[in-house]
């Protein structure tokens, strides 16, 4: 339980509010890189800020205010230039540094940069790695882009799926951290909503947490599963302050502001053998419904359940009439360390997990389990009849909505044929995340 001071400290996030001010000490994923290629500019709202983003004629990325600063006019549906974004009220032009590169008439009538050099817009670094575009929205030096180690490996189809969550980021990010959920809201509720009684999945007898570097360490035995179980010596990734990895997906919670979030995933299946070597030109995106046709949250898979949870939470979860059980170590682990991260960020240190200096190597390595799925092939008859790895060709697992071309384009990465996955897999039960 958290009184109503804290649980306003925890969940508000605009400008000034000293968790807005704690994530904007680090990088944010805000979007698809491919995103850009088919939309120039995109109006985005983060942290309770309206933000355009844009990628203009000269390949150059920025994230600028959603408003002109001449007289307010929507950016989002300026037009970009070979160097910046232009109002299409009066035409003044902004780079992604957010200097006014030009304003037409005044700079005829007036003939010199005398207004010009006055007037600059709000703009904010972005940066791309992993497919994935990362804003920093803070103030003062950037820390170093995070570098997972995944985003490098070969011979993987990757794909970032997009949805809009109506609720606050915190319960969000409190389910990353939350082990025996897993049980009850995938598992056994899977079950129930088959219209099946049971039985239902085991139950987990011990969990348990670790601090890391970049997160939080949550493991877990079940009843068909001991301490020599990759659930328990490996565990599964909190990865700090917005994030979950789970091997062969990450997925961020990302504060659109107090009301809404925006979840990004970024998967990873591998090609098999007989694929390689297999490079993906471009990573495709998709926005993930939560509504079904009848305006029902949607239930069938993984991410969409977790939606389900937290938006049922209420648009921000009161804390204060939560009773916390056993299970909520974690989360309680959480709030702890956000609270401690506000509190160094307001005496001028740095958070946990920001990084000042290049991790070894140049990228992070995050614990993982089945190192070897992602990063050695498998042959393709192997793989297709792999419990886990097979299914998952089959349909995206997470989230529903996959489009037919994102799926296409992946059997055809794995030189598979529709007619083989039409062919029913191996049954497995979801896997814990
Ligand atoms: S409002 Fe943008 S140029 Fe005038
Ligand atoms: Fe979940």
Redesign the pocket.
């Known amino acids: 339980m958290l009184t109503h001071e804290q649980n306003e400290l925890l969940t508000r996030v605009g400008p000034g509010t000293p968790m807005g001010t704690l994530l904007r000490q680090y990088w944010l994923p805000i979007a698809a890189e491919s995103e850009l290629d088919d939309r120039a500019v995109k109006p985005v709202r983060l942290l309770g800020e309206n933000l355009v983003l844009y990628k203009d004629l000269g390949g150059h990325i920025g994230l600028i205010d959603r408003h002109c600063p001449h007289r307010r006019a929507d950016m989002s549906f300026g037009f970009v230039e070979d160097c910046g974004l232009r109002c299409n009220y009066h035409g003044w032009l902004f780079d992604a540094d957010g200097r006014t590169v030009e304003q037409p008439y005044e700079d005829v009538a007036l003939g010199n940069a005398q207004v010009r050099d006055k007037v600059r817009t709000k703009a904010y670094p972005v940066r791309a790695t992993g497919g994935l575009l990362w804003a920093f929205l803070g103030t003062g030096e950037p820390p170093i882009l995070p570098q997972y180690e995944a985003f490098s490996w070969p011979n993987g189809f990757k794909q970032i799926i997009i949805s809009e969550v109506p609720c606050n980021w915190a319960q969000c990010q409190e389910?990353s951290i939350d082990p025996v959920?897993?049980e009850w809201?995938?598992s056994n509720w899977s079950i129930r909503l088959k219209g099946q009684r049971g039985p239902y999945a085991p139950r987990h007898v011990k969990i348990d947490f670790e601090e890391f570097e970049h997160g939080f360490l949550y493991k877990r035995i079940r009843e068909d599963t001991d301490e020599k179980h990759d659930l328990w010596t490996v565990g599964r990734v909190t990865l700090w302050p917005i994030g979950v990895f789970l091997g062969d997906h990450f997925e961020w919670r990302v504060p659109i502001d107090d009301e809404n979030t925006l979840s990004i995933a970024w998967s990873f299946q591998r090609v098999p053998l007989e694929s390689e070597p297999y490079v993906q030109e471009r990573i495709p995106y998709w926005y993930g419904p939560t509504r079904d046709a009848d305006g029902e949250w949607i239930s069938s898979h993984?991410m969409n359940?977790?939606f389900v949870a937290w938006i049922g939470q209420g648009t921000i979860a009161d804390r204060t009439k939560e009773h916390l059980g056993r299970s909520d170590l974690g989360v309680g682990l959480m709030r702890r360390q956000l609270f401690a991260d506000v509190k160094a960020v307001a005496e001028g240190r740095d958070p946990k997990g920001v990084l000042r200096t290049p991790p070894e190597g140049g990228v992070i390595h995050l614990p993982i389990s089945h190192y070897d799925r992602y990063t050695r092939g498998l042959p393709r008859a192997e793989l297709l009849a792999h419990p886990v790895l097979g299914r998952h060709l089959r349909g995206y697992p997470y989230q529903a909505g996959q489009p037919r071309e994102v799926q296409e384009a992946l059997w055809a990465a794995m030189g598979v044929t529709p007619e083989e996955m039409a062919q029913p897999s191996a049954r497995q039960a979801p896997q814990a995340?």
């Open positions: 389910n959920h897993f809201m995938h993984v359940q977790d995340a």
